[in-house]
Nanobody, 122 residues
Framework: QVQLVESGGGLVQPGGSLRLSCVAR????????IGWFRQAPGKEREGVSC???????EYYSDSLGRFTVSRDNANTTAFLQMNSLKPEDTAVYYC????????????????WGQGTQVTVSS
C-alpha cells in the first residue's frame, strides 16, 4: 500500500521553528515533485512550497525566506523547515506527490498525506 505520512507538527511560539517530514511508504520519491500545502480553519487549502523532481525548490504564499523545502538522498522523505513562524501560519499542513511541475494548485496531485497540525501561539 502506498501512502504519505506527515509528522513534525505541534505547538510553537511566534518566531519559533518546526521541521515537518513527509515519509513515502511503499514507493520512492524519485521522479516526483513534492508539494506542501496548508489549510487553516474556514479557508481553502493553499500551496506553501514545492520541490521539483530535479530538486528545485519553489515557495508560495509568504513562505519565501522563512521556509526551506528539501528531500533526503534516499528519496524516501521530504522535509519542510519552517522558521520565524507567525500565528497566521497556523494550519493543517499536507504533503502531496505527483509526476508534474511544481505549482501551488491543489489539483493534479496523485497522492496526499493525512496532514499534521501546526499551531503558532503564545
Amino acid at each position: 500500500q502506498v501512502q504519505l505520512v506527515e509528522s513534525g507538527g505541534g505547538l510553537v511560539q511566534p518566531g519559533g521553528s518546526l521541521r515537518l517530514s513527509c515519509v513515502a511508504r511503499g514507493f520512492t520519491l524519485e521522479y516526483y515533485a513534492i508539494g506542501w500545502f496548508r489549510q487553516a480553519p474556514g479557508k481553502e487549502r493553499e500551496g506553501v512550497s514545492c520541490i521539483s523532481s530535479s530538486d528545485v525548490g519553489e515557495y508560495y504564499s509568504d513562505s519565501l525566506g522563512r521556509f526551506t523545502v528539501s528531500r533526503d538522498n534516499a528519496n524516501t522523505t521530504a522535509f519542510l523547515q519552517m522558521n520565524s513562524l507567525k500565528p497566521e501560519d497556523t494550519a493543517v499542513y499536507y504533503c502531496a506527490v505527483g509526476r508534474r511541475p511544481c505549482e501551488p494548485d491543489t489539483r493534479g496531485w496523485g497522492l496526499w498525506g493525512q496532514g499534521t497540525q501546526v499551531t503558532v501561539s503564545s
